[in-house]
């Protein structure tokens, strides 16, 4: 039971690579602001 649930979150998605453009202003844009949300994380944790 466990492995099938593990499963269903680990399989493969077709549209997963289609939410942000691996190349490009929106992908810069995601990255810089997955890091910014990481920042301000680790203050938030301390």
Same mark, same amino acid.
């Given at each position: ?14 549209? /997963? ?11 810069? =844009?995601?990255?810089?602001? /997955?890091?910014a949300?990481?920042?301000? /994380?680790?203050? /938030? =944790?301390?």
């Amino acid at each position: 039971m466990i492995r099938d649930s593990l499963g269903a979150f680990t399989g493969s998605d077709t549209g /997963a690579d289609r939410v942000v453009p691996p190349t490009g202003f929106t992908a810069s =844009l995601t990255l810089f602001a /997955a890091g910014a949300m990481a920042f301000l /994380a680790v203050f /938030a =944790l301390a």
